[in-house]
């Protein structure tokens, strides 16, 4: 399998960077008690800092918001993953915990301030490409919705769309039975390669402390624009 960052979004975005983390031989389960501590105490923590500071605020956010309308899409009607976890809490709404993959994935997220995804490496078809979405990128989201993700980026195999950094797709979905998956995550344009590659080895390495396995990691960008797994 082959990921590759379309080039078309590298030329509305020179500095995109993705980072890209292969896991083999998982065990996903019900989170445990430390995992699910983490996310509910950074989730309080976040609630008090935002009734002192709005959520377009976060330099995350901001970055993805802005990003969002240079590909042409409007991000007061289609929000960014990580904008809308950070308004569900700013009401009070706290993510409950799912399955151990998800709520990491959660947990990342939000403590970093930008999108991610993580999918069933089983239940993906062919290579993956990573491009702009238009009016024929559907397709039904764990949102409960049909969505049409229409110049927002896109992940896509050989038999459609099945992921962004908006919402995520039902057919791809990692459950407890998923053993292999990819991570797929929306870095901030602005971090320097680096940093990037540092962050994304980071996730990676905690990920597999508490699923096993083993893990392998890249950064897409303006350079280096695909990776065989």
């Known amino acids: 399998m082959i990921i590759k960052l379309d080039n078309s979004l590298?030329?509305?975005e020179p500095t995109l960077k993705i980072g890209i983390i292969h896991y083999t031989k998982i065990v996903v389960t019900s989170s445990p008690q430390m995992l699910k501590g983490r996310l509910q105490l950074f989730q309080e923590q976040l609630f008090f800092e935002m009734e002192e500071k709005?959520?377009?605020e976060f330099e995350g956010i901001k970055e993805w918001r802005t990003l969002w309308k240079k590909l042409g899409a409007d991000p007061n009607r289609y929000r960014p993953s990580?904008?809308?976890l950070y308004r569900r809490i700013a009401k009070q709404n706290y993510i409950t915990p799912l399955h151990s993959a998800v709520d990491l994935n959660n947990f990342f997220s939000m403590r970093y301030e930008i999108p991610m995804g993580i999918y069933d490496l089983g239940k993906?078809?062919?290579d993956v490409s990573i491009s702009l979405g238009n009016e024929e990128t559907i397709y039904e989201g764990l949102n409960g919705r049909e969505n049409n993700i229409k110049n927002i980026l896109a992940l896509s195999d050989t038999t459609g769309p099945f992921g962004s950094p908006f919402v995520d797709s039902v057919k791809t979905a990692v459950t407890e039975e998923t053993t292999n998956a990819v991570q797929i995550v929306f870095l901030r344009p602005s971090i320097n390669l680096?940093?990037?590659?540092k962050l994304?080895?980071?996730m990676g390495t905690m990920f597999t402390q508490i699923h096993g396995g083993d893990a392998s990691s890249i950064v897409l960008h303006n350079d280096y624009n695909e990776w065989r797994i």
Do not use: K, M, Y
């Not at 680096?194 to 590659?197: A, T």
């Open 10 to 12: 590298l030329q509305v």
């Open 54 to 56: 709005s959520v377009t």
């Open 82 to 84: 990580v904008e809308a």
């Open 124 to 126: 993906i078809h062919g």
């Open 194 to 197: 680096e940093d990037g590659r």
């Open 200 to 202: 994304v080895e980071s």
